[in-house]
């Protein structure tokens, strides 16, 4: 099993930035990607940036809505994976939630907040 605990989340004003931060614990070494969903309110869950490990393709994706602006990056020492967010718009305000890959299941975090006020 895989535990995944998310941070960072908060109110920011429109152009502003956040870090979120997702911890995995337990079972991490089968792991071979981790990525970002959101969940705004009245809406589906969706996609927002992946990132596959590098003994894999070590490939990075993200929406079409957040390219340019936010940033997944990796912490392997730390088993952290990281998403900067920048030019913050009140859009982006969801739920955030992290999940990680592994051969046989699909893990997630609990979500943390995001709120971009205009």
């Known amino acids: 099993q895989v535990q995944l605990v998310e941070s960072g989340g908060g109110l920011v004003q429109a152009g502003g930035s956040l870090r979120l931060s997702c911890v995995a614990s337990?079972?991490?070494?089968?792991?071979?990607?981790m990525a970002w969903f959101r969940r705004a309110p009245g809406k589906e869950r969706e996609f927002v940036a992946r990132k596959s490990w590098e003994w894999t393709d070590g490939s990075t994706h993200y929406a079409d809505s957040v390219k340019g602006r936010f940033t997944i990056s990796r912490d392997n020492a730390k088993n952290t994976v990281y998403l900067q967010m920048n030019s913050l718009q009140p859009e982006d305000t969801a739920v955030y939630y992290c999940s990680a890959v592994d051969w046989l299941n699909t893990y997630w975090g609990q979500g943390t907040q995001v709120t971009v006020s205009s």
């Open positions: 337990g079972n991490t070494f089968d792991i071979y990607a």
